[in-house]
């Protein structure tokens, strides 16, 4: 596992304060979710808390609106560094009409994001990974700078899917990054029943591409590598895989029962490493955030949420016709 | 004019829509030497390898590169060297491509073609013979066309090609070099959609699609010497389907017999007689006719056998006989 | 010494054209290489060799037909492949196996079968098709008085159409009138009872099968007896003359043309003259009108081992005597060896058939769909007549006997026609 010194860099401050706000925001954002479906207000969620640093670590390396994104359902950190406003994560979680990302069509955070080039996937595992391969290849062929990153969990790489895709990629040499977030945990499988190494990571080296496995709770770490390793794609050096070690908090999804596979005592091990408290202390330490400035950033969000979901959740509900639309192109 | 095979047509239809869009480009395995029925012969010479692309034997991912190719500005045009291989794709074609504009609301579109080469009697055995249309067809989002003449085979492609949403392309291997038609030169389209009126006559109404169209449409010059004057539907696309031409040709005689290729159970000719039972009840004559391959897993690679299990002209003739004789 | 023979290259195509020799008599010729295009009704097709050799001769022309089967070619060298013997010891044991199977298909799916054939079987519905009764009730019809010509006597929608037409035509005949001669009509039962109860003794007896001749005969008869309203008279000739003509000149002829004189084509000359004379007769029927052919194409009705052919005569006449009797005896000829192309069979626009052949002194033929008249030729028999003196002499005579399509000719049309016949056969021209 690579660390990286992390020492901030003079003139970044804004940056990470910025990467702290919005892993705060998606944090209370994805409790939210989680609650209004407890609470019988919203059918389903889907969520990340503990992969905040890995996710929006990795997006504040992209060149937003220019890089191609293709989110998996709990990346919602990723949506919320790119800039997606919660109200409208939130219209999707209660499927409106308004729902920029599916017009209330798709599972909660299955998104779809046009102008930020986030691409629509479903809720089959890996099936994006191909996607990715072929965007890519087409930003090549057409002679574009633009990197494509592909986010996916560890039991994605069980899939068929996954092989062919970084085949592909590696075959010829495309500028895509493979971006694992490895929480242990395919629903209930722990890694040792979906593979029989210890890193995702190593998996690239069978495909001739290098694989990089990191901290995935540490923010600062995970910028810095995916910064380098889209450099390198941008460069034309070919794809890379990066592996974030990372836990998620919550169960799978609002449907699964995360404490019949997984122990207690597990689960408060890593609450102790949670990637949030980890940047707050590392920024208080450098002076960068106080005491204050954090409880402010805390206020703000909840008051943010709270607002987005009194109005996301009185947003009209589509027309029954609304179901006939878009199936193929509509004339102009 | 020049006189054109099935497979020349499509390849033309190829070249001409690559000489047209710099952003396309054709994959699939072995697509640079020419392709296994050679429908690709010559392009690599002529677009290089970046739009003439060789991709790994890995059918999930032609498709799925292909929809990202899509996505991102490019015309994949994508090759499944048989439909019997075609499987490993279906994930692809039905959860993804079928579903891209629908489940983005419209942000995203599929503008991608995947031919795939179908259909027996050329003693290709199991995994060399199968029709897959009806699965295919099933599925909203996926347009699926199943050209029956080399004119159609190619303006067809043309038009799958200009088409801003996934079209599955079948076309049969039997046909490829067995159809000879003289086509007009330089560019044309077949609209994706219409069924086209091969015949008209009064007695009875044969509906088919694919090379099934063609041998439909023999039987019934054939049976035109004895008196039995059919009308022979093409359909040409089986999605978006052409429901008004089905149910305008069934009225006309009251007897409709449906052929296909594919084997009976759930296959297309179901959905074409409910159509007809559901529109055109008041104008029957006679209960509507199914010809196709019995229920048999796959095809024999004894060729006595595949000949008694295909639908072949003499078949189609005798149902046709039997159906005016109601 | 191997042939190249027409292959199946179709499920039901039964013969090709040879468009194009792609190898010249004396190449040599790879295994598969394409030898020959040929041309089936839409498609064409090259066809590779099935040998590899030399081609030694070339037997079927551009341009020729030939039904499959038929040499193409001969070659020299290796022989039958591997694959042409294995394909006909192939065919062979399928062919009978696919009764078993097709028989156990019917047993393990039911009803309906399994798709390979959608006539498992038709299974009657007891009542009318959806379009039956709304065409009875919107033209108030009692279904019970129409005519059934469908399988089991099934009301058809061609039935109620033809009934609304003319109802007196296609009405079911009472059970007195049924078998009374010259009303041209099916002597069919209503539907009840013709599904009563099965025929006596249907178990009984080998079916044999249909031959496709037999196929395409009976649908042809169907068809016209369904579709067209048949009239039907006959005239009397005195052929004493004819038949002292033919006498004296029938040596010569033949010495001449090379063909026997029988009296066929003096009734065909004939024929031939009287429908310039009356083109109505020499018409087909079609919604739109009456389309008058400008040349009389005579089909001449030859009776074989498997069945009726009608080869036409083209042109009749434009052609002489000995024009016509050279064409009779060579069609003739292909009939008998199943030699006729399609070609040779279409296109008639009147038919003769003569009859008296049999020794059938009066017939009444079934007009073919596209023709408005059949003319039959009967048994020329000598009888006691009284002369122009009333004396009575022994004077050769004959029935000519038409059936017409009452819809495009009437009576006294078919007997000015007739009429006109009658007086060619009664006054020849020297051969």
Redesign the interface.
């Given at each position: 596992m690579t660390t990286t010194d992390t020492r901030l860099e003079s003139g970044t401050s804004d940056l990470y304060l910025s990467m702290y706000r919005d892993m705060v925001r998606s944090r209370v954002l994805s409790d939210r979710m989680f609650a209004l479906n407890r609470q019988g207000r919203a059918a389903f969620a889907v969520t990340g808390q503990g992969h905040e640093a890995a996710q929006v670590g990795s997006a504040y390396a992209l060149t937003a609106g220019a890089d191609?994104v293709l989110p998996y359902y709990r990346d919602v950190g990723v949506l919320v560094a790119l800039g997606m406003k919660p109200y409208d994560i939130l219209l999707g979680l209660f499927a409106k009409a308004g729902?920029?990302?599916?017009?209330g069509?798709?599972m909660p955070c299955?998104w779809?994001?046009?102008e930020m080039r986030v691409?629509?996937r479903?809720s089959?595992i890996a099936?994006?990974?191909?996607?990715?391969?072929?965007?890519?290849?087409?930003?090549k062929?057409?002679g574009r700078g633009e990197v494509t990153i592909v986010y996916f969990g560890e039991g994605a790489t069980s899939e068929?899917?996954f092989h062919?895709?970084v085949?592909?990629a590696a075959?010829h040499q495309l500028p895509v990054v493979f971006f694992c977030e490895n929480n242990g945990y395919a629903i209930s499988e722990s890694q040792e029943k979906q593979m029989a190494i210890l890193h995702v990571a190593d998996r690239a080296r069978g495909y001739g591409i290098e694989g990089q496995t990191v901290d995935g709770n540490d923010a600062l770490t995970v910028l810095q590598t995916t910064r380098w390793v889209i450099e390198e794609c941008r460069r034309g050096l070919g794809p890379k895989l990066i592996e974030a070690k990372t836990y998620r908090y919550a169960p799978h999804t609002s449907s699964d029962d995360d404490r019949r596979y997984r122990t207690r005592a597990e689960l408060e091990e890593w609450t102790r490493k949670d990637p949030i408290d980890r940047l707050r202390n590392r920024l208080l330490a450098d002076g960068v955030l106080t005491p204050d400035a954090d409880g402010a950033i805390r206020a703000a969000a909840q008051r943010e949420i709270d607002e987005a979901v009194e109005a996301a959740e009185r947003a009209p509900d589509p027309p029954d016709d609304d179901a006939f639309?878009?199936?193929?192109?509509?004339d102009a | 004019m020049a006189l054109k095979t099935y497979i020349e047509a499509i390849r033309d239809a190829l070249i001409e829509e690559m000489d047209r869009a710099p952003n396309m480009l054709v994959l699939g395995e072995d697509i640079q030497e020419g392709g296994v029925f050679r429908a690709t012969d010559g392009m690599l010479e002529r677009f290089g390898p970046q739009r003439v692309l060789d991709t790994p034997l890995a059918e999930s991912s032609i498709v799925g590169v292909s929809i990202g190719m899509a996505t991102n500005g490019c015309l994949p045009v994508a090759e499944l060297q048989f439909a019997d291989f075609a499987y490993p794709a279906f994930n692809q074609l039905i959860s993804e491509a079928a579903r891209w504009r629908y489940r983005s609301y419209n942000g995203w579109g599929c503008p991608m073609v995947v031919r795939i080469p179908y259909g027996a009697g050329i003693r290709g055995a199991m995994y060399h013979s199968q029709s897959i249309e009806a699965m295919l067809a099933h599925v909203p989002g996926l347009k699926v066309v199943m050209p029956s003449t080399p004119y159609d085979a190619k303006g067809m492609l043309k038009a799958a090609i200009r088409d801003p949403d996934p079209v599955i392309y079948l076309e049969h291997k039997r046909a490829y070099r067995m159809l000879k038609e003289e086509l007009p030169d330089g560019d044309y389209t077949v609209p994706i959609g219409p069924a086209r009126l091969r015949r008209e006559g009064d007695d009875i109404t044969v509906i088919s699609y694919g090379l099934m169209a063609h041998e439909c449409l023999q039987a019934a010059e054939e049976l035109a010497a004895e008196g039995i004057d059919a009308t022979v539907l093409d359909l040409r696309t089986l999605a978006p389907l052409d429901r008004d031409a089905i149910v305008a040709a069934a009225r006309r005689t009251g007897k409709a017999l449906i052929v296909h290729e594919d084997n009976l159970t759930g296959g297309f000719g179901g959905e074409i007689a409910a159509i007809i039972a559901e529109h055109a009840f008041d104008d029957l004559d006679a209960p509507v006719r199914r010809l196709a391959t019995p229920d048999v897993p796959a095809m024999p690679f004894n060729g006595a056998l595949e000949d008694f299990l295909l639908p072949s002209r003499e078949k189609i003739a005798d149902a046709m006989r039997d159906l005016a004789a109601y | 010494m191997p042939a190249l023979t027409m292959p199946n290259i179709g499920e039901g195509v039964t013969e090709g054209t040879v468009t194009k020799w792609l190898k010249a008599e004396g190449d040599s010729v790879a295994l598969d290489e394409p030898v020959v295009e040929v041309e089936t009704d839409k498609a064409i097709v090259e066809i590779p060799s099935p040998f590899a050799g030399v081609l030694t001769r070339i037997i079927v022309p551009e341009g020729t037909a030939v039904p499959i089967g038929e040499p193409l070619a001969e070659f020299d060298g290796s022989g039958a492949t591997p694959r042409e013997a294995a394909t006909a010891a192939a065919t062979a044991p399928a062919a009978q196996a696919s009764t078993s199977r097709a028989a156990s298909d019917a047993r393990g799916t039911g009803a309906g079968g399994n798709g390979h054939t959608p006539a498992g079987e038709f299974r009657r519905t007891r009542g009318y098709s959806p379009v039956v009764l709304k065409l009875a009730a919107e033209h108030n019809i009692d279904l019970a008085l129409v005519q059934g010509t469908g399988i089991e006597g099934r009301v058809t929608k061609q039935d109620v159409l033809r009934y609304i037409d003319n109802p007196s035509m296609y009405t079911v005949p009472p059970p007195s009138t049924a078998g009374v001669v010259g009303a041209e009509r099916p002597q069919r039962a209503a539907p009840t009872a013709a599904t009563a109860a099965p025929a006596p003794g249907a178990a009984d007896g080998d079916v044999v099968p249909l031959s496709a001749t037999r196929r395409t005969i009976a649908a042809h008869m169907l068809r016209s007896h369904q579709s067209i309203p048949v009239a039907w008279m006959m005239v009397e000739a005195d052929v004493t003359a004819l038949v002292q003509m033919r006498e004296r000149a029938k040596q010569a002829f033949e010495q001449r043309e090379g063909v026997r004189l029988t009296f066929l084509p003096f009734f065909i000359e004939a024929l031939a003259a009287a429908l310039r004379e009356h083109p109505l007769l020499n018409a087909t029927y079609e919604d739109a009108g009456l389309r008058m052919h400008d040349q009389a194409h005579i089909g001449v009705a030859v009776a074989t081992d498997s069945g009726l052919l009608v080869p036409v005569l083209r042109n009749a006449g434009d052609l002489s005597l000995a024009g016509i009797a050279r064409e009779v005896a060579r069609l003739a000829g292909k009939a008998q060896a199943r030699k006729l192309t399609i070609e040779e069979m279409r296109g008639a626009t009147c038919t003769i058939d003569n009859t008296g052949a049999f020794g059938s002194v009066i017939s009444k033929p079934i007009v073919p769909v596209g023709q408005v008249a059949i003319v039959t030729t009967e048994l020329i028999r000598r009888e006691l007549r009284p002369g122009g003196d009333d004396a009575f002499g022994v004077r050769s005579v004959i029935n000519l006997c038409i059936s017409f399509d009452h819809r495009a000719v009437d009576g006294a049309d078919a007997g000015r026609f007739m009429q006109a016949l009658r007086q060619r056969v009664e006054s020849p021209r020297e051969p």
């Open positions: 191609w729902d920029p990302t599916s017009g069509r798709q299955h779809s994001w046009p691409v629509t479903s089959v099936a994006n990974l191909p996607h990715a391969a072929g965007i890519a290849y087409a930003s062929l057409l068929g899917d062919e895709a085949n592909f075959i639309r878009y199936v193929f192109a509509e | - | -």
